[in-house]
């Protein structure tokens, strides 16, 4: 009987993963597919122009590091810093866990190269000591990498504080010091409302003192209409211009100064 009960979840995880992706690699199909394409491509746009091997990477609120695979090949150290309850267990992969908080990053000045910070300041509690305590481990003409969104429903939560501008996100990274910052938006208003609709179907209804959940059943159900969705927003920001005024996502470039 539990060879039986245990068939069917394994079968749906299969087809969900076949249909929907798993996390950062979602199809079209997914409800985060615009979000996870632009960062994806953004990711390797980065890599590209870093090209040379042998840099420390710190991945700040990395979570699960899913954008592991996209720098591997040119990280001599990859570390990443988060919670000790976000960090996975057993990790297996060649990632330094250090348990810490964005704002208070537990390694000495000037160590990195590179550092990565995606989906991670609307939820922290300070932003500015976020910003600064990047630029501070940064070796000087390091490079720091990152994503916010512009537009999404409420998530995280407690811990979903805020949502930035293009503007916003200069201004932060201004102000901590970083020179020659890029941020770049990843669509228009046709694909940012495709993918706030299917998010919040996805989400479970808000209750006071319950985390979030996503319904991976819904998901799957869902799929076929999300899939239409995701493509009538992209052939919408075509037909009728990106006016880069409505983004849901955005990533940014910017450089630590060798001379302060």
């Given amino acids: 009987m539990n060879r039986i009960e245990n068939f069917f979840p394994r079968i749906t995880k299969k087809i969900s993963i076949l249909v929907l992706g798993s996390h950062p690699n979602n199809t079209i199909f997914s409800f985060n597919y615009h979000n996870v394409y632009h960062i994806n491509k953004f990711l390797l746009q980065c890599k590209e122009k870093i090209n040379s091997p042998g840099h420390i990477l710190v991945d700040i609120g990395s979570g699960r590091s899913p954008y592991y695979l996209i720098f591997s090949d040119i990280v001599s150290k990859y570390i990443a810093v988060d919670s000790s309850e976000s960090l996975p267990k057993n990790e297996s992969r060649a990632i330094e866990q250090i348990p810490g908080i964005a704002e208070t990053v537990p390694l000495t000045d000037a160590i990195a190269d590179i550092v990565l910070c995606n989906q991670v300041l609307e939820h922290v509690n300070d932003p500015s000591k976020a910003a600064n305590e990047m630029y501070r481990i940064l070796k000087p003409g390091g490079k720091c990498i990152g994503s916010v969104p512009h537009v999404s429903p409420v998530h995280l939560e407690p811990y979903d504080f805020r949502r930035y501008t293009d503007l916003g996100v200069k201004q932060l990274l201004q102000n901590a010091g970083f020179v020659e910052i890029t941020v770049e938006g990843n669509g228009g208003v046709h694909s940012t409302a495709a993918l706030m609709i299917a998010m919040d179907w996805m989400l479970t ?56």
Avoid at 207 to 213: A, C, D, M, V
């Fill in 205 to 260: 209804p808000r209750r006071e003192g319950e985390p979030q959940r996503f319904s991976s059943t819904k998901a799957l159900l869902l799929s076929p209409l999300v899939g239409l969705m995701n493509t009538i927003g992209l052939i919408l920001d075509s037909w009728l211009g990106n006016k880069q005024r409505t983004p849901a996502n955005l990533c940014w470039t910017a450089i630590k100064p060798f001379h302060e």
